[in-house]
């Protein structure tokens, strides 16, 4: 019995992982309504962009982290700008974004392979700090700051939505963008704002697994599908409830591992998915 | 020549997996990403059963179509319940569990080992072993998916698909039955999907469930999207287009690494081009 | 005397002239012969692939450039991406395409056995010079194998870590495919014969880059010695993430018998000491062994592995067999099976009736990133 309390650690820790995709997923949801594919590839390009700076040009951590973010959150504002921003101009329904995000996925995925080889990659290759919980269980420094940032960037965006003009009008553009425009808010600049952190969140958590595990060029759309299950079980469109959702679902994930096999992870993660969408299509919170 | 007749069967293997898709999507408007689920139902029930010598190739057939005709029943009676993204969301989620069906299931289709040796389909002894023959038998088949789907959406059938398309609530306030028909294209469009993948199966000579996966369901979706979205004449030339591209690739000279990860880029930027410029593709009359 | 001298002289000259005319004949060559080959060049296993490659290169350059041998060798690649479908359709183009009669590959065991009923129907020649696969063995009578196979280990390493273990228990961490079960059969009357057991056995998906709660349940048991049946980026990470489980330092890691250069790029000084067994030695004393891998350390600036040793050995058979027999597929089948006792950059290896080579096992482990025998 002395295993549960380790089981219920690691799902804390895949929980923090999935939140942070669920966070910048949710959040970009919530300004635009539509299911963002490409959010997943944008976590690969953090990672790998850490990747770079770290093992071709040689320099620390700090920057292979700075980078690593400030890349994907560009790629993620330039995908918007050319791509999105277009198509929401045009009326275009939530089926063609999805594709067109599907394409964007698609391409910046195999770009990335391009560029780096298919083969798995770390970024912290051997041992790591163990941090010992108390007897209970054992993290290593990646896990716990992984924990620690999510809960320092939850706190931040929650600030940021709560009290500043710009989360204001985020607010605003997210329950009815039509008349936040009429309001006179630039909403398409919001938008590519929003977009641009939550690019930039998703690239994080890219990093973060290239040193928990490692990275490999296809891990995007199963990351993707993670965040996207959390914020749906959590609730989607609501920033924080994407938090619980990506706690409930690693710590599902990881006592099913730990009672079945761990063949069945991704199938068990969308069967849960399904049923939510059947039944609780809001989420587990009543909002 | 060889390679052409090779090339050719896969755009037939693809033309045919396109006109199935374009039934529920292009025509009845329904963006199913699961496709590539009934494919392998076909493939594996060609793979198992000839390799373990319990049916020929036509009985195979007839039991992939059957298999993946009851499971879509299953998999579009819950699908049913959700509209637009949310029902393409709930799809990829139908794919990715059949994939680990096809990947678990070890006894049954010898997961990631993959079925080799399956042998070519024989009709009264004689044997479609040679790649030109089983060109001639593909392109059967797909004249007859084809004509089959055009009678279908030609027929009233069709202009009901065509109505819950464009305004479901509409055509339910006429009285129609929308669940019935929409339960009753994907099953159908299933159906036609086994049998390519039987063909496939057949084919290759070996299967193993890194085909039928999430990623498979995309590149036939860009099949009909670069076709043009209900237009059956599309998919034929979107499956010869795309299967075509990466060829093309291979001879302007990039490197074996590089050509395969290209191929997923010009699909990507195609798709993103297409739905910024044309979302009905080259020969459609929709676009979602 | 000058008379006899001269005339010994004269004898000498001519002699040496017949000899340099006829001795070292050059033989026209007869003509080309392709040779395909099936390797992941690109993909997740691309590393090894790339050692196969070359050392397919080096045997084909020794070869053309040896004046005494009649046919030459066209090498014509096609990149398998370690994916068993992508191998199946590089082999039909080499057959159907390029008419290839000989070819050498794949690498990994599911990519081999795709391809094998293909060759084996077409009665095309294929040796692999990396697959472990015990199934390989009744693929077909046209289907070699240089590489050891798996079923030899168990018997090998077994008594080896009876021997070591600080306790009664084996565990296992293993890939869910057959290779798991079949390993573990093989082992477990090994393990029994000197009154030890299989502990838990806990498996993963092949895709698995995350093991740790298969390794905390192990960790409940105390482990004291633990065997990896996994790709080689996996055991890097399985040894990494014991060791972020805090259960490295007193447990002995055991491997089935892989050298992926992925175990160290992604461990990294967690893989000193992993042991497993093999049947290529880098560092082996035999002149053939030594002659390659001082090339392939000159030519690549990098240590050769198994495939690449038994890649050059494969090319090498099938020159010599055309030099014997000709360019006739059926004949060049029999005298493949005809090989016994042969030295090769691999070390000596003979092979059986069922076209699988029998090779020296070692005892290997890893010291400072390289693939050592244990000492």
């Known amino acids: 019995m002395d295993i549960l309390p380790q089981v219920l650690v690691n799902g804390l820790i895949a929980g923090s992982l999935y939140a942070l995709v669920a966070l910048g997923f949710n959040l970009a949801y919530g300004a635009t309504k539509f299911f963002n594919l490409a959010h997943g590839a944008l976590s690969v390009v953090g990672g790998y962009t850490a990747l770079a700076v770290l093992r071709d040009l040689g320099w620390g951590l700090g920057w292979a982290i700075v980078i690593g973010i400030l890349m994907s959150a560009g790629i993620g504002w330039l995908l918007d700008k050319f791509i999105y921003l277009p198509l929401r101009k045009r009326k275009a329904s939530n089926m063609v974004l999805l594709v067109a995000s599907l394409g964007a996925f698609t391409a910046i995925q195999a770009i990335i392979a391009i560029l780096f080889t298919s083969q798995f990659q770390t970024l912290l290759a051997g041992e790591s700090k163990i941090i010992d919980l108390f007897g209970y269980a054992v993290v290593t420094g990646v896990q716990l700051s992984a924990f620690v940032t999510v809960a320092v960037v939850g706190l931040g965006l929650y600030l940021i939505l709560k009290f500043t003009r710009f989360g204001k009008a985020v607010r605003a553009v997210s329950d009815d963008g039509e008349v936040a425009r009429i309001v006179g808010i630039q909403t398409d600049k919001i938008v590519g704002t929003v977009f641009l952190i939550a690019s930039g969140l998703a690239g994080l958590a890219g990093i973060l697994i290239g040193f928990d595990t490692g990275l490999e060029p296809t891990m995007g759309m199963s990351l993707l599908l993670k965040g996207v299950i959390a914020s749906i079980v959590g609730g989607i469109g609501n920033v924080y409830c994407g938090i619980a959702g990506a706690f409930l679902l690693g710590i599902i994930e990881n006592l099913g591992v730990w009672q079945f096999s761990g063949e069945w992870k991704d199938a068990i993660a969308f069967g849960l998915l399904i049923i939510f969408l059947l039944f609780r299509p809001k989420g587990i919170f009543k909002n | 020549m060889e390679y052409l007749i090779h090339i050719a069967i896969l755009a037939v293997i693809y033309g045919i997996l396109g006109i199935g898709l374009n039934l529920v999507v292009g025509f009845t408007g329904l963006l199913s990403v699961t496709h590539a689920a009934f494919f392998g139902i076909g493939a594996y029930a060609t ?80 044997s479609f072993g040679e790649n030109f023959s089983f060109l001639i038998l593909a392109l059967i088949f797909l004249a007859a998916v084809y004509f089959f789907s055009k009678w279908l959406t030609e027929s009233s059938f069709g202009r009901v698909l065509k109505a819950v398309r464009e305004d479901e609530r509409a055509a339910q306030v006429f009285g129609y039955n929308t669940f019935y028909f929409k339960l009753a294209i994907f099953s159908t469009a299933a159906a036609l999907a086994a049998i390519a993948g039987s063909l496939f199966a057949s084919y290759i000579t070996f299967i193993d469930p890194s085909t039928f996966t999430l990623h498979e369901s995309m590149f036939i979706l860009a099949v009909i999207i670069f076709g043009g979205l209900a237009s059956l004449r599309g998919s034929i030339v979107g499956a010869v287009a795309l299967i075509l591209l990466p060829e093309i690739l291979r001879f302007v000279g990039f490197p074996a690494e590089i050509a395969a990860q290209m191929r997923q880029v010009v699909y990507g930027l195609v798709l993103v081009l297409l739905m910024l410029y044309r979302p009905r593709g080259f020969f459609g009359e929709y676009k979602f | 005397m000058d008379n006899k001298k001269i005339i010994w002289g004269i004898i000498a000259i001519i002699a040496i002239v017949l000899f340099w005319q006829f001795g070292n004949k050059k033989i026209e060559p007869i003509g080309t012969i392709k040779i395909g080959a099936v390797m992941p060049l690109s993909g997740s296993r691309a590393d090894a ?327």
């Open chain 3, 49 to 375: 692939g790339e050692q196969g490659r070359q050392g397919l290169m080096i045997a084909k350059e020794e070869i053309n450039k040896d004046s005494s041998r009649a046919y030459k060798i066209e090498l014509l690649f096609e990149d398998s991406k370690y994916e068993p479908q992508a191998a199946v359709a590089g082999l039909k183009k080499l057959i159907d395409v390029d008419s290839v009669k000989y070819v050498i590959g794949a690498y990994g065991s599911s990519e081999t056995l795709a391809i094998a009923p293909i060759a084996e129907q077409q009665r095309v020649i294929l040796i692999t010079p990396a697959s472990q696969s015990d199934a390989i063995t009744k693929a077909g009578d046209y289907i070699f194998r240089l590489m050891h196979n798996t079923a030899q280990e168990a018997p090998f390493i077994g008594p080896f870590i009876t021997d070591r273990m600080k306790s009664n228990e084996l565990h296992f961490i293993g890939i869910k495919t057959e290779v798991t079960p079949s390993y573990i059969k093989n082992i477990t009357p090994v393990l029994e014969r000197a009154n030890k057991k299989v502990g838990l056995i806990e498996e993963f998906d092949t895709k698995a880059s995350d093991f740790r709660t298969q390794l905390i349940k192990i960790k409940s048991k105390n482990p004291t010695d633990i065997f990896i049946i996994a790709q080689p980026a996996q055991v890097g990470l399985i040894l990494k993430q014991a060791n972020d489980l805090d259960m490295y330092k007193n447990v002995q890691y055991y491997s089935l018998g892989t050298e992926g250069s992925e175990i160290v790029t992604v461990g990294g000084k967690l893989v000193d000491g992993l042991i497993y067994t093999f049947s290529y030695d880098a560092f082996g004393s035999e002149k053939q062994v030594v002659d390659f891998h001082q090339k392939f350390l000159k030519i690549y600036n990098r240590e050769p592995d198994g495939t690449a040793a038994n890649a050059y050995d494969a090319l090498y058979l099938l020159s010599d067999c055309f030099e014997k027999v000709g360019n006739e597929v059926d004949n060049v089948k029999s005298c493949l099976y005809e090989t016994k006792n042969r030295v090769g950059a691999s070390g000596i290896f003979s092979i059986d009736e069922n076209g699988d080579a029998q090779k020296n096992l070692i005892i290997k482990t890893i010291r400072d990133g390289k693939f050592v025998k244990y000492e």
């Open chain 2, 47 to 126: 793979g198992i059963l000839l390799t373990n010598h319990i049916a020929d190739f036509w009985g195979s057939l007839g039991l992939g179509m059957l298999i993946a005709a009851v499971l879509a029943l299953i998999i579009g009676l819950v699908l049913s319940r959700f509209r637009d993204d949310y029902y393409a969301l709930a799809s990829f989620g139908f794919n990715t569990i059949v994939f680990a069906l096809f990947l678990n299931l070890q006894d049954i289709t010898r997961g990631p080992l993959g079925i080799p040796g399956i042998p070519r389909p024989e009709i009264l002894g004689y």
